[in-house]
């Protein structure tokens, strides 16, 4: 009877941690901003620049942001792109053609920062037709 006892308190236990590790955690985290900051017309060489951030504009380095740039047709390009210290985060526009794009932004967040996306419109416009 006392190895029952001592495993119904040993599971009540690790009941209790979890739920007080959910509530720390849930009350501990931050909310992030992810915003496009580059012009919404680019060349190739350009660079698109991408800002994580949190709700009081504090900047997260070294955090990484999924990038992913489709063309009318749905043919996308990946990218992963690291923030450096005043949380912008590039990726360098190569062999695009000339045309619209829509730029997908997603950072997966970490333990106490929460996920966050963004997708905006971009164009690609070299000067030649």
């Not at 949380?87 to 929460?114: D, K, P, R, S």
Request: net charge negative; hydrophobic share 40%; with cysteine.
């Amino acid at each position: 009877m006392d190895k029952k006892r001592a495993v119904i308190v040993a599971a009540i236990a690790v009941v209790i941690l979890a739920v007080v590790s959910f509530l720390f955690i849930s009350a501990n985290g931050h909310d992030t901003k992810l915003e496009i900051i580059s012009n919404s017309t680019l060349q190739n060489g350009d660079l698109v620049e991408i800002k994580l951030t949190d709700d009081y504009r504090n900047a997260y380095p070294n955090e990484t942001i999924d990038v992913k740039i489709l063309d009318d047709s749905g043919w996308a390009h990946k990218y992963q792109a690291v923030t450096n210290e005043d949380g912008i985060a590039t990726v360098e526009l190569m062999t695009f053609e000339n045309g619209n794009y829509t730029i997908h932004c997603n950072y997966n967040g970490t333990l106490f920062n929460h996920a966050s996306k963004i997708s905006s419109s971009i164009n690609i416009d070299d000067g030649f037709h």
